[in-house]
């Protein structure tokens, strides 16, 4: 089983994780923002991820600290998940219409961070959630988990549209990426050997 369990904790969040690469899309999630456990459950339903996460945060602060240590963490989790990257697929993609507005994010497992976020937003904040945290959570969860993410909104009208697109198609990207493809066996997908 590919999984993993994180317990991060510092000054400002204390974050409990566990996440199933191979699962159903099972999600049980409370970070204390109804909008971004609304974001993770689409990445768990559409990644068919199983994802348990609870946060405690500095909310009579703001969000932001909440919001960025759920992605390092989730990010995190993903990296120990994918152990040595031996059989995955590696690269995938995923184009997610919402109504009128349309997303696309395509991840590579590459063990090498970095984040791509071209998304324009009509209103301050989503949710709650101020929207230049959007592409924050994307390039902390990128960085955890040290992969290579571009992620696009091409088009919209209403910003929670183009965020739920936007978390809809993380979670299919990574889905079609962290697949094991039988025809490489034990090999990691590197010319190099290794992604670490």
Request: net charge negative.
């Amino acid at each position: 089983m590919r999984t993993a369990e994180i317990h991060r904790q510092t000054n400002e969040t204390d974050i409990r994780l566990r996440l199933t690469l191979d699962g159903s899309g099972v999600a049980e999630i409370n970070t204390g923002i109804g909008f971004l456990d609304h974001m993770l459950n689409h990445v768990s339903v559409h990644g068919l991820f199983d994802l348990w996460l609870q946060a405690e945060g500095d909310l009579q602060v703001d969000n932001h600290h909440t919001v960025e240590d759920c992605a390092l963490t989730l990010g995190q989790a993903f990296d120990q998940a994918l152990g040595d990257r031996k059989g995955i697929v590696r690269m995938g993609s995923a184009y997610v219409p919402m109504d009128e507005a349309l997303a696309f994010v395509a991840v590579d497992l590459s063990g090498r961070p970095y984040a791509v976020v071209d998304a324009q937003w009509h209103t301050p904040s989503v949710g709650g959630i101020a929207a230049s945290l959007f592409p924050h959570f994307l390039e902390s969860f990128a960085v955890a988990a040290r992969c290579n993410l571009h992620a696009r909104v091409l088009y919209g009208r209403d910003d929670h549209h183009q965020a739920e697109a936007l978390f809809k198609a993380l979670g299919r990207a990574l889905d079609a990426a962290t697949r094991l493809d039988p025809r490489r066996g034990e090999t990691v997908p590197s010319t190099k050997g290794t992604l670490t």
